[in-house]
């Protein structure tokens, strides 16, 4: 009786360390293997916990999406009815990355060799502060308004445009020639001038 009680010890101990090394293969605490577990447990694999990651959240939740710089963006500008009511220059921003990017607000724009930003249009929808997802290839257009009803007035053909964050900040700026509608390049005249909000439809198209 004696051997047999010492044989079963000893096959029970040989089964403990076993597992015991089993846990310890898969990242498991020695502790956590039950004193009368048998040599046919498995404990479960561990895994680690990824490092948090920087991202931008929206309503809908989270989002890699970036706000865009302007540096991925490919610029043109059509000088549309010169001299005439309704004169603006429409600015198309394609985005050229191959990731999409938001847009909001208006972009920051500076005519001619003046050093005021141009204000928001009244005339404009109030708000600009939804974000717009711009996709690789995709569109977005403003519209600078145009205005010759007081002196003095002031002519050019380029400008400077920069886009902005949600708090206003804005990012490289990039100059623009203005050109008309056989592509060239056309001066502008005005004495006061504003900008609409980014849209995803063209101001003014008619």
Same mark, same amino acid.
């Given at each position: 009786?004696?051997?047999?009680?010492? =044989?079963?010890?000893?096959?029970?101990?040989?089964?403990?360390?076993?597992?015991?090394?089993?846990?310890?293969?898969?990242?498991?605490?020695?502790?956590?293997?039950?004193?009368?577990?048998?040599?046919?447990? =498995?404990?479960?694999?561990?895994?680690?916990?990824?490092?948090?990651? #920087?991202?931008?959240?929206?309503?809908?939740?989270?989002?890699?999406?970036?706000?865009?710089?302007?540096?991925?963006?490919?610029?043109?500008?059509?000088?549309?009815?010169?001299?005439? =009511?309704?004169?603006?220059?429409?600015? #198309?921003?394609?985005?050229?990355?191959?990731?999409?990017?938001?847009?909001?607000?208006?972009?920051?724009?500076?005519?001619?060799?003046?050093?005021?930003?141009?204000?928001?249009?009244?005339?404009?929808?109030?708000?600009?502060?939804?974000?717009?997802?711009?996709?690789?290839?995709?569109?977005?257009?403003?519209?600078?308004?145009?205005?010759?009803?007081?002196?003095?007035?002031?002519?050019?053909?380029? @400008?400077?445009?920069?886009?902005?964050?949600?708090?206003?900040?804005?990012?490289?700026?990039?100059?623009?020639?203005?050109?008309?509608?056989?592509?060239?390049?056309?001066?502008?005249?005005?004495?006061?001038?504003?900008?609409?909000?980014?849209?995803?439809?063209?101001?003014?198209? @008619?």
């Amino acid at each position: 009786m004696r051997t047999s009680r010492t =044989r079963t010890a000893a096959l029970t101990a040989t089964a403990t360390a076993a597992v015991t090394l089993a846990m310890t293969a898969f990242g498991g605490p020695a502790s956590a293997v039950p004193a009368d577990a048998g040599a046919g447990s =498995r404990p479960a694999p561990r895994t680690s916990a990824a490092p948090h990651a #920087t991202a931008s959240f929206s309503a809908a939740g989270p989002t890699a999406t970036r706000a865009c710089d302007g540096g991925e963006m490919s610029y043109s500008v059509l000088h549309r009815f010169p001299k005439q =009511r309704g004169e603006h220059l429409l600015i #198309t921003a394609t985005n050229a990355d191959s990731k999409p990017c938001w847009v909001t607000s208006s972009p920051s724009v500076i005519l001619g060799d003046t050093a005021n930003v141009l204000p928001h249009s009244a005339k404009d929808a109030p708000g600009g502060t939804t974000r717009i997802t711009v996709r690789p290839g995709g569109k977005v257009y403003s519209a600078v308004n145009l205005f010759t009803d007081g002196a003095p007035t002031r002519t050019a053909e380029d @400008f400077s445009i920069a886009m902005r964050d949600l708090t206003g900040d804005t990012g490289p700026a990039s100059e623009l020639t203005s050109f008309d509608a056989k592509g060239i390049p056309s001066k502008f005249t005005w004495s006061d001038a504003d900008v609409t909000n980014w849209n995803t439809a063209k101001p003014y198209d @008619f």
